[in-house]
C-alpha cells in the first residue's frame, strides 16, 4: 500500500465516529450534531435519548499497549469534554436533563462496540 493509500488518523477517526452514530441510532437515539467543537474542547456527538440531551465521546483503540478505549479517557479530557458541554449548553434558558456517554470501539472491521452511559456522574 502506498502512503498516499493508507487511512489518516483523521479518516479512522471519522470512520469510528459514524459507526458510533450508526449504532446509537439502531438503539433509538435522535442524532442531533457531530464534531461540535470549541477553542477548548469538542463533543464527538449530540443526540436525544427521550428527554434527556446525550453527549457522546468516541474513542477507536485498535491497539491495548497504551490501555483500553476507556482509559484514554484522561482527567485533561473530562475536563474539556466538561467545557465544551458548558458551552454548548450556555445559550438555554432552561437545559433539559443530560448525561455523558461513551461509545468505545476497539476497531473498525467487524467492530466490537461498548456503550457506557453516564461516565461522568458525580
Excluded at 458541554?85 to 461509545?103: K, Q, T
Amino acid at each position: 500500500m502506498r502512503p498516499a493509500d493508507r487511512p489518516t488518523t483523521r479518516s479512522i477517526g471519522q470512520a469510528g465516529e459514524e459507526l458510533a452514530a450508526s449504532f446509537l441510532a439502531a438503539r433509538g437515539l435522535a442524532i442531533l450534531a457531530r464534531n461540535v467543537r470549541y477553542r477548548f474542547g469538542e463533543i464527538d456527538i449530540v443526540a436525544r435519548d427521550g428527554d434527556t440531551l446525550v453527549f457522546v465521546e468516541v474513542r477507536l483503540r485498535r491497539s491495548q499497549r497504551y490501555g483500553g478505549a476507556i482509559e484514554s479517557i484522561t482527567a485533561a479530557k473530562r475536563l474539556r469534554m466538561h467545557r465544551a458541554i458548558g458551552a454548548y449548553l450556555s445559550g438555554r434558558r432552561s437545559p433539559p436533563p443530560c448525561r455523558v456517554d461513551a461509545v468505545l470501539l476497539d476497531r473498525l472491521e467487524d467492530p466490537r462496540i461498548e456503550w457506557l452511559r453516564d461516565i461522568l456522574q458525580e
